[in-house]
């Protein structure tokens, strides 16, 4: 489904976090969100997956604004990944897995066949088998993370928001993890600290830069040296590698004065 953010504000403690914000991410897009520390990509997302009512503006999925849809209604676009806070749930791999099924049980709250089908898909699609009956807290960081987008691709969402979700993985689980992303098809929105991860994932990046969108487009033309310098502060540079992938590179040290510092330092 087609993603829709237009004119949007927050304000949080009478402190204006996002400003005028507007993306899109057309059905089957993975638009990535990316921006120094604080600029407001989190607050973003929760206003996507509908935890936060912005004080302006409107968020659609799929052509509906996500706060005028019932928060059930929502729940079964929109599936959100965010970062493992750790807690201790008492549940096992299964049971969480089948937690993303809740937006969609009748008034029984019982699981019928359909329900069980999605939650062994997603099971499979993301390879968490080995551990299906242990308790999800016994899990490593990287184990949770697949168990969390099993919950969420259980759910069978049109709209994935991700936040940080390759944050424990390992480099190679990383590429399979956004392989899978990729395969399912489903318009993600998704929220990258690693440039060059969200270079190599994303068809379309947005920065965001003290609450506003500062550049949106295809990766190639957004990732300029310009935008690396002034928005991260780092000297650095794209490129589409002869196998399609395109890739950054970063000088060692970040810039000490704007563009000023010397080339290659
Ligand atoms: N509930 C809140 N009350 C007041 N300020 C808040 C609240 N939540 C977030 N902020 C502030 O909003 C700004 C944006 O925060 P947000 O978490 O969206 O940034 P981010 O881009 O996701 O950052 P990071 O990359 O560090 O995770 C920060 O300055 C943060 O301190």
């Known amino acids: 489904m087609k993603l829709t953010v237009d004119r949007l504000h927050i304000t949080l403690d009478r402190r204006p976090i996002l400003r005028d914000v507007r993306l899109e991410a057309e059905k089957g897009d993975i638009v990535g969100l990316v921006g120094p520390n604080g600029s407001g990509k989190s607050t973003l997302l929760r206003t996507v997956y509908r935890s936060l009512r912005p004080a302006g503006g409107v968020v659609e999925v799929g052509g509906d604004d996500v706060w005028r849809l019932s928060a059930r209604a929502a729940a079964r676009r929109t599936a959100a990944v965010l970062q493992d806070t750790g807690a201790v749930t008492g549940l096992s791999v299964i049971e969480t897995v089948a937690l993303g099924r809740t937006a969609h049980h009748g008034l029984l709250g019982r699981d019928g066949a359909e329900d069980r089908r999605a939650v062994a898909e997603a099971v499979a699609r993301c390879g968490v ?86 550049a949106a487009g295809p990766v190639l033309e957004v990732l300029t040296p310009d935008l690396l310098a002034d928005v991260f502060g780092v000297r650095g540079r794209t490129e589409r590698h002869p196998d399609g992938v395109v890739r950054l590179t970063y000088a060692a040290r970040p810039l000490a004065d704007g563009r000023e510092a010397e080339p290659g330092r």
């Open 129 to 214: 088998e080995p551990f299906a009956d242990r308790d999800y807290a016994t899990l490593s960081g990287g184990e949770r993370q697949r168990v969390l987008l099993a919950r969420a691709l259980a759910q069978r969402p049109r709209l994935l928001v991700l936040d940080e979700l390759t944050n424990h993985l390992d480099i190679r689980a990383r590429f399979e993890l956004l392989d899978l992303i990729r395969s399912t098809g489903i318009t993600t929105l998704a929220v990258l600290h690693d440039l060059d991860l969200a270079a190599r994932l994303c068809d379309h990046l947005v920065v965001l830069h003290e609450g506003a969108v500062v």
